[in-house]
């Protein structure tokens, strides 16, 4: 469960942003869940030792929810301080303390990578103060994953085999970004997705295509405004279909409005995967924006992206 906001009971709290990169293949996904090892887990047992004098750990909110195995460079999650906890970070042991609260919001992501270790499979990046109405999950416009397929025309590399599907057949890229370019839209992605009681599956696809790095792998962009549960993995599996000849470049639109799941391509594995980036709006309406987002989606009122105006 993500945590809830502990400014609910009037308490005065100061919002910290934190950009988090993870190895996704040793986690059973984000969500903190008991005896299993996760992301949220590791981050807020290392919150716990920071602030245990405080008593309950503040716990964390996230962009975006990856599921097992599937890894992040620009994850982002917020938790909220109380005075005192902001302050206890700027009173290092055997250094001067700071009286900037921009510093102490700094020294967090140090803290935290200190406990993780240095071979650690997840790490803290940066973090710092958030503007005000910052939300880490309600207030962003699009997250963006990238998916990494080595086919039978490609380099088999040992080295990056935890973060790379290594498919059997050649794949036609060009047919495979056509493909993608074809789905592109607000639309119901019933088809798309794993059904979760009382969630929305209508999303904006604002950009989906393939290309073939320099290395030979081919590389799969993929950006909505949100994304729900397996929906970029049921669109790259479609996809490497086409680029394998067993769909019809049209077929995907078909069976995207058809509204029901189906077995005429596979969903693919997780370890290829990765959140690159979340963006957010310009700070004066980062607040309205998680507002309108935490209602809930139709195709009449889904929220607009407005060009321009976003920030990562």
């Given at each position: 469960?993500?945590?809830?906001?502990?400014?609910?009971?009037?308490?005065?709290?100061?919002?910290?942003?934190?950009?988090?990169?993870?190895?996704?293949?040793?986690?059973?996904?984000?969500?903190?869940?008991?005896?299993?090892?996760?992301?949220?887990?590791?981050?807020?047992?290392?919150?716990?030792?920071?602030?245990?004098?405080?008593?309950?750990?503040?716990?964390?909110?996230?962009?975006?929810?990856?599921?097992?195995?599937?890894?992040?460079?620009?994850?982002?999650?917020?938790?909220?301080?109380?005075?005192?906890?902001?302050?206890?970070?700027?009173?290092?042991?055997?250094?001067?303390?700071?009286?900037?609260?921009?510093?102490?919001?700094?020294?967090?992501?140090?803290?935290?990578?200190?406990?993780?270790?240095?071979?650690?499979?997840?790490?803290?990046?940066?973090?710092?103060?958030?503007?005000?109405?910052?939300?880490?999950?309600?207030?962003?416009?699009?997250?963006?994953?990238?998916?990494?397929?080595?086919?039978?025309?490609?380099?088999?590399?040992?080295?990056?085999?935890?973060?790379?599907?290594?498919?059997?057949?050649?794949?036609?890229?060009?047919?495979?970004?056509?493909?993608?370019?074809?789905?592109?839209?607000?639309?119901?992605?019933?088809?798309?997705?794993?059904?979760?009681?009382?969630?929305t599956t209508i999303r904006t696809l604002q950009d989906?295509?393939?290309?073939?790095?320099?290395?030979?792998?081919?590389?799969?962009?993929?950006?909505?405004?949100?994304?729900?549960?397996?929906?970029?993995?049921?669109?790259?599996?479609?996809?490497?279909?086409?680029?394998?000849?067993?769909?019809?470049?049209?077929?995907?639109?078909?069976?995207?409005?058809?509204?029901?799941?189906?077995?005429?391509?596979?969903?693919?594995?997780?370890?290829?995967?990765?959140?690159?980036?979340?963006?957010?709006?310009?700070?004066?309406?980062?607040?309205?924006?998680?507002?309108?987002?935490?209602?809930?989606r139709t195709v009449e009122t889904a929220p607009p992206?407005?060009?321009?105006?976003?920030?990562?």
């Amino acid at each position: 469960m993500e945590a809830e906001d502990p400014r609910a009971d009037g308490a005065a709290t100061r919002r910290i942003r934190l950009d988090i990169a993870y190895d996704g293949g040793g986690f059973r996904g984000w969500t903190k869940q008991p005896g299993l090892r996760t992301v949220q887990g590791e981050l807020e047992s290392a919150l716990s030792m920071i602030f245990s004098r405080f008593g309950e750990a503040p716990g964390l909110t996230v962009a975006g929810r990856t599921d097992a195995g599937v890894h992040a460079l620009g994850q982002v999650a917020h938790l909220d301080l109380t005075v005192a906890q902001l302050d206890s970070l700027a009173r290092p042991r055997g250094g001067v303390p700071s009286l900037d609260p921009a510093d102490a919001a700094a020294s967090l992501a140090r803290r935290i990578n200190g406990i993780l270790g240095l071979d650690s499979d997840v790490h803290v990046s940066g973090s710092r103060l958030a503007p005000e109405g910052f939300d880490a999950r309600f207030s962003a416009v699009w997250r963006r994953y990238e998916y990494r397929v080595a086919d039978a025309s490609g380099p088999r590399n040992p080295l990056e085999r935890n973060r790379t599907l290594w498919y059997p057949a050649e794949l036609d890229v060009a047919r495979m970004s056509l493909a993608a370019g074809s789905l592109l839209g607000l639309h119901d992605w019933a088809a798309y997705c794993k059904p979760r009681e009382g969630a929305t599956t209508i999303r904006t696809l604002q950009d989906f295509g393939w290309n073939r790095g320099t290395d030979g792998v081919l590389v799969a962009s993929v950006r909505a405004d949100a994304f729900c549960h397996s929906m970029v993995r049921a669109l790259v599996g479609a996809t490497i279909a086409v680029g394998e000849g067993k769909l019809e470049v049209s077929r995907l639109v078909v069976l995207r409005d058809r509204l029901v799941r189906t077995s005429e391509f596979k969903v693919a594995p997780a370890k290829g995967l990765t959140l690159m980036e979340v963006g957010y709006p310009q700070a004066e309406e980062l607040g309205a924006r998680a507002t309108v987002t935490r209602a809930r989606r139709t195709v009449e009122t889904a929220p607009p992206l407005t060009p321009g105006r976003e920030m990562v």
